[in-house]
């Protein structure tokens, strides 16, 4: 695929967001284009029910999402890692459900897969893969706190980490759930 910038791919991914719920009958809006780039929120959308979903979407060409989040949040002012702190930081950062869309395929023949999580799933897959990061690894320096937190195609297809020499295994915390095309977890606490 062409060489897409970073906004043009995030509206890319919104625009396939809007579209697909349209499709199964939910009203839905962007925000971004009546209100100037909402933080955490792309997308508004209304079941048949009256329920609003406040929706975050994250768009990537490759095998991981970056969650738009850096290790420094997981680290006191010391400079010491913090789990605690991280994860108020998480509660508070994220509002609603996620989106999160991957490209593949050629320019005229995009394919679209959809990872679909409610908010507190979210929060979990983050905290948890974000714990082992930082607290199972054998690592000759301590982690830099500017480095970006990442979720994988893999984890959202339920799989974990084998342990190797390096670090301890990863037990995902949905093993066997898998996130694609999950839409009622739009509507999940």
């Known amino acids: 695929m062409a060489n897409i910038n970073r906004n043009n791919l995030g509206a890319i991914g919104e625009h396939q967001v809007l ?12 925000t971004n284009m009546s209100v100037n780039n909402m ?14 979903a406040a929706i975050q979407v994250k768009t990537t060409m490759a095998n ?39 490209i593949n395929g050629t320019d005229m023949n995009p394919i679209f897969k ?4 409610s908010r507190k799933q979210v929060i979990k897959m983050i905290y948890e893969s974000e714990k082992w990061y930082l607290t199972d690894f054998n690592r000759k320096k301590p982690v830099s706190g500017n480095g970006g937190i990442y979720l994988s195609v893999y984890w959202l297809n339920g799989h974990g980490v084998p342990a190797n020499n390096t670090h301890k295994e990863w037990i995902n915390p ?12 739009l509507w999940l606490d």
């Open 114 to 117: 959809f990872f679909v999580m």
């Open 39 to 52: 933080e955490n929120i792309d997308i508004l959308c209304r079941d048949s029910n009256n329920h609003y």
């Open 19 to 30: 579209s697909r719920l349209l499709l199964l009958g939910y009203q839905a809006a962007i």
């Open 64 to 102: 991981d999402f970056n969650v738009g989040i850096c290790h420094k949040r997981f680290f006191d002012e010391q400079g010491k890692i913090d789990l605690a702190t991280g994860l108020k930081y998480l509660e508070s950062k994220i509002v609603g459900p996620w989106v999160m869309v991957q």
């Open 174 to 185: 949905f093993t066997g759930h898998n996130f694609e095309n999950q839409w009622k977890n």
